[in-house]
């Protein structure tokens, strides 16, 4: 198994520098690659990039919520595809400086199916940017 990373992510780096085995990548180009993704087949499933995460959007591929009830004010990234209503952003969350292509922050009370994103983490290492990585 290995590490989720989902739509909470808001492409903040602090997991990638405690990976002891470097398998966080940031998705790019952005517009299409969103957020960070780990290499499943590199992945030790230490668990250190976890709490490291401010937006608490890293998951163990097991627990990826199929029913995350957002809190007031979480921020979503996603593509322009999937997340049609996002808009860019540039500023602070939480602390920490962002800047995104297509975001939202909630109201509160949505429920997502975050297992939803566990297949572009494969597919970034399969057939995405992140394939070339792995070279």
């Keep these: ?17 405690v990976c002891p085995v470097e398998c966080m990548v940031l998705g790019i180009p952005e517009t299409e690659w969103p957020w ?5 087949d590199t992945c030790i499933d230490c ?17 990826v919520p199929f029913d995350y009830e957002a809190p007031e004010g979480v921020w979503i990234a996603n593509t322009k595809e999937l997340l049609a209503d996002g808009q860019p952003f540039a500023g ?4 920490h400086e962002v800047k995104l292509l297509n975001a939202k922050q909630l109201a ?4 997502f199916d975050l297992t939803e994103d566990i297949a572009p983490n494969y597919e970034f290492f399969s057939e995405g940017p992140g394939y070339d990585a792995l070279d």
């Design 92 to 95: 602070e969350i939480d602390g």
């Design 36 to 40: 960070l993704y780990i290499d499943p």
């Design 47 to 63: 668990g250190a990039c976890v709490p490291e995460c401010p937006y608490e959007a890293i998951f163990p591929e097991e627990e």
């Design 108 to 111: 509160g009370g949505e429920v």
């Design 1 to 17: 198994m290995t590490h989720i990373v989902t739509r909470l992510c808001l492409r903040d780096t602090a997991c990638v520098e």
